[in-house]
């Protein structure tokens, strides 16, 4: 990593080793390296609160350290901010969820493994016991963009005993709007495999790199993998998918249990929002331009979450669903205000 600031951000690896993966249906490794950004001072003799970054799908936690030109890293982000005094000094843990299939949505499934365990229990446990960490709810907060977005806003509205502040920046939500639409895009790639889970994806596999064009399958079958696990068959083809190869039509049962996921149909539950409503900070933002809707169905979020009194603070920019980190300097430093000691 090659700072712009002249410093260079600490960062650490941090082993977590995995019981709840141990033995997972795609054979993924239990033990994982987790990046860890570590504030200027953290030598000192202090704590501090954590901020949990949680990367998009076929991202993981070490995307956000990756050098690219023009696009500072998130530690880089972190540095520059707390350097300039915009930013309180906080700890960012960059958990490793990643699976065969390009991610987990950090949801327990029978077909990909217990992510979300994993992430509420053995990440946070680890986190609070090998680092300086001001330990509690009232310290920790999730962020993450996309299906890292989708997965903070999820786990603040389960698991508000862990988390009091979250920060969503274009996440899954409204699947009518954004996973629907793709059913046909990805019918028509499946066709080419005639209808062949594992022949796509042994092709996918072995390819030098990703097959140009049939992202929209791999998504699709990855989401399935977390939302609709099928037991009874093996991997790769251990899910249900929700539409009809041939057709494209919406398998109404499976739909449903698509549907239980859902950000925008979780809030119809009273505990759901009253872990939001608990929650210090609750930050949402989507680019106006996004190719997967999810600008509408972040506007159907605040819509119901004004409806029923629950604070937050939304936010829409002229952008599109990529190449938008830049957003984590609006969030981080919220963030860490709202968990400051």
């Excluded at 969503?168 to 639409?181: N, Q, T």
Aim: aromatic letters at 10%.
């Amino acid at each position: 990593m090659t700072s712009t600031t002249g410093h260079q951000p600490r960062l650490i690896n941090l082993p977590v080793q995995g019981k709840t993966l141990e033995g997972n249906p795609l054979g993924d490794p239990s033990l994982r390296l987790m990046p860890v950004y570590l504030p200027p001072s953290y030598d000192d003799k202090k704590r501090f609160p954590v901020i949990y970054l949680l990367a998009g799908f076929a991202s993981s936690g070490a995307s956000f350290t990756n050098y690219s030109f023009m696009t500072p890293s998130v530690p880089e982000i972190a540095e520059r901010l707390i350097g300039e005094r915009t930013m309180e000094e906080t700890i960012i843990a960059m958990p490793d969820c990643m699976t065969r299939y390009g991610g987990s949505q950090y949801v327990d499934s029978a077909a990909t493994g217990k992510y979300e365990t994993y992430l509420v229990e053995e990440i946070v446990g680890a986190v609070d016991r090998n680092l300086k960490t001001l330990p509690g709810r009232e310290h920790r907060a999730v962020a993450g963009k996309s299906s890292g977005g989708f997965g903070a806003l999820r786990l603040a509205m389960r698991h508000p005993d862990v988390f009091s502040a979250a920060a969503c920046h274009s996440g899954d939500m409204a699947f009518d709007l954004s996973y629907r639409p793709n059913f046909p895009a990805a019918a028509r790639i499946l066709e080419r495999y005639n209808g062949n889970i594992a022949a796509f994806y042994e092709r996918y596999f072995a390819s030098p790199k990703p097959p140009q064009g049939e992202f929209a399958l791999l998504d699709l079958l990855a989401m399935s993998a977390a939302y609709s696990p099928d037991r009874s068959r093996q991997a790769p083809e251990n899910m249900r998918l929700p539409f009809d190869p041939e057709t494209a039509e919406t398998i109404e049962e499976v739909w449903q249990e698509w549907i239980g996921f859902d950000p925008v149909q979780m809030l119809q539950g009273e505990e759901h929002r009253l872990a939001l409503s608990s929650l210090k900070l609750l930050f949402l933002d989507c680019g106006t331009m996004d190719e997967y809707n999810l600008q509408f169905g972040l506007r159907i979020l605040t819509r119901e979450l004004r409806r029923y009194g629950i604070a937050h603070r939304h936010e829409e920019f002229m952008d599109s669903h990529g190449g938008t980190s830049y957003r984590y300097k609006v969030s981080l430093p919220a963030l860490a205000l709202a968990i400051r000691a």
